[in-house]
């Protein structure tokens, strides 16, 4: 893992995004790949086609470009490698059109304004590009790898891609726990991947509960509290089953909820 690519755009959530990707970029000295989106919201009516929607976009580059003066004279100042790309159009296709050459996406979580809402965005990014997405809160909070990694695991394919593609960053990590909430009498597979991960020199603690009431989701947010945890590694979700874990699955529930950042890969 060493490009990572970052959303840039004059959000709410961007001092966020910008610092988690800082982060991650120096952690494994890395590339930091800026990919300016200018997005203009999708309109209807005739008086916005045309001209109307060409001034939408105009004035939007323009705020984008003073967006990148400011940011271009912090990042000469961070100490990284970085590049810088303007484009317009929707999130989603932009950065996966921009990803071929990545290895992590930074995005936030959830945010819904101006941008359309990032747990959409997450998730067609995840089917879109097959990159690893690191989902961050709103919140400017950055982002500690040599902290706390609590990775959620169900012994599914989606576990198992996103916990590989995050050994890079696992190896930087203090403490690590295999998190696994058994509510349907699956047989587990955490030693498994312990043992995976003892091969890569990651050391790993296995962690169960058995939830009786609480969905599983509820029961993840109460671990990554009591734990301390500073990021969660878990799977997103194959196109088949992408529409259910958005609306009312686990996935989006921590895209909704999580008060630390999500790194996710299918």
Not at 141 to 162: H, K, P, V
Not at 197 to 215: C, D, F, N, V, Y
């Amino acid at each position: 893992m060493k490009t990572i690519l970052l959303l840039v755009h004059d959000d709410e959530g961007q001092e966020a995004r910008f610092q988690a990707a800082l982060d991650v970029t120096r952690a494994i000295g890395g590339h930091l790949k800026c990919l300016d989106v200018a997005a203009v919201p999708m309109l209807v009516g005739d008086f916005y086609s045309g001209a109307g929607e060409a001034m939408l976009l105009a004035e939007e580059r323009e705020h984008e470009a003073e967006n990148r003066t400011r940011l271009e004279a912090r990042l000469a100042r961070e100490g990284v490698f970085w590049d810088w790309t303007d484009t317009a159009g929707a999130l989603a296709p932009a950065l996966a059109d921009a990803s071929a050459l990545a290895d992590l996406i930074v995005v936030n979580r959830a945010l819904d304004f101006p941008l359309p809402d990032m747990r959409g965005v997450a998730g067609d990014l995840l089917i879109r590009s097959g990159k690893p997405i690191l989902a961050v809160p709103e919140e400017p909070r950055g982002l500690d790898l040599c902290g706390r990694a609590l990775i959620c695991w169900d012994g599914s394919a989606c576990a198992t891609a996103a916990m590989r593609a995050a050994v890079p960053l696992l190896r930087l990590a203090t403490s690590v726990s295999l998190f696994e909430v058994d509510d349907d009498g699956r047989p587990s597979t955490a030693e498994d991947a312990a043992e995976y991960l003892s091969r890569h020199g990651i050391h790993a603690e296995i962690q169960r509960r058995h939830p009786r009431t609480k969905k599983a989701a509820d029961v993840i947010l109460d671990q990554i509290q009591e734990a301390r945890a500073d990021y969660v590694v878990m799977g997103g979700f194959s196109h088949l089953r992408l529409q259910e874990a958005l609306f009312g699955g686990v996935t989006r529930t921590m895209l909704g909820r999580s008060p630390v950042p999500i790194f996710m890969a299918h």
